[in-house]
């Protein structure tokens, strides 16, 4: 059920945490744009934040009304319910109100902390997201498409891709406005595609050909290994990558019903992306946390 009341929404200061990533940095430049007080959580912040240095989330915390909750590195990370937890109390410590957590599909260890937030006595909602368009230009994959070869677990398992645009319009909307108290949204693009089928819409962005080859998991942790990636990353990313097993096939309604419009597809969002450079430099595939 939507809350109906007619409480004003949140007013106050905002902490975003993971301030400076994918999601964050979208949800501050909104609330920014919208004439919110927003404090953004990172370690380099003023005061700073860090999920690792639980004598940060004071400072942090203080004078805050909502929250942006962005669990790094993952909701799947070992420990992350506890921190969760902990952090939930801090918040209710310091007199927060409201809370928007960003989770994940399919992915039990973010179902589990959605529950964790259900429970916690604040005014919560859950932005429930699949893949991200921007981790082929701005993290995970990018070196991938740089080089041409979408190497990765999949199959040809299908996903609703989602703009991290159309996330942070959410969150935003969640975290100023009354309506959605107790909602979960589950946020996708407008369209299942295959990994095959983005490579064919990526070729069309940037100009060259990109492809895509299924390997097995094994194939996949070997191959970052190799590129010198630390193993804890790869175990995170394989884990996270389980979840491309079919049980995501499925699109969501939560931006048509947060936002009153459509998701927008991932070819616009490839468009616009290859047409302002991002996949014109030429250089060694790396992976990127993002």
């Not at 928007?100 to 039990?108: A, C, K, N, T, W």
């Not at 990018?142 to 677990?153: A, I, N, R």
Request: glycine residues 12%.
């Amino acid at each position: 059920m939507v809350d109906t009341t007619t409480k004003a929404g949140s007013n106050g200061l905002t902490l975003v945490t993971g301030g400076t990533g994918k999601t964050g940095r979208r949800v501050v430049e909104r609330l920014r744009a919208a004439g919110r007080a927003v404090r953004v959580g990172s370690r380099r912040g003023t005061p700073a934040f860090d999920w690792a240095d639980e004598s940060t989330w004071a400072g942090a915390l203080e004078g805050v009304s909502a929250v942006y909750l962005a669990y790094l590195p993952d909701l799947s990370a070992p420990g992350a319910l506890g921190v969760v937890t902990r952090f939930l109390d801090a918040m209710k410590r310091a007199g927060a109100e409201r809370v928007v957590l960003i989770s994940d599909r399919g992915e039990p260890s973010s179902q589990e902390a959605e529950k964790i937030v259900a429970r916690s006595g604040l005014e919560w909602t859950v932005v429930r997201c699949a893949w991200f368009h921007q981790n082929f230009d701005e993290g995970e994959f990018m070196g991938m498409v740089m080089d041409g070869l979408l190497t990765l677990p999949a199959g040809a398992v299908k996903e609703g891709f989602v703009d991290a645009d159309d996330i942070a319009a959410v969150a935003v909307a969640a975290l100023i406005e009354d309506g959605h108290k107790g909602e979960v949204y589950e946020v996708t693009g407008p369209e299942l595609l295959g990994f095959d089928e983005v490579a064919t819409i990526l070729s069309e962005a940037t100009g060259r050909a990109v492809r895509y080859q299924a390997v097995t998991m094994t194939e996949f942790g070997d191959g970052l290994r190799e590129a010198g990636v630390p193993e804890d990353f790869v175990q995170l990313l394989s884990h996270i990558l389980e979840t491309l097993d079919g049980r995501n096939q499925t699109l969501g309604d939560g931006v048509q019903r947060a936002l009153g419009r459509p998701a927008k597809p991932f070819a616009d969002y490839a468009r616009r992306v290859g047409a302002a450079g991002a996949w014109n430099a030429v250089g060694e595939s790396e992976v990127a946390r993002g």
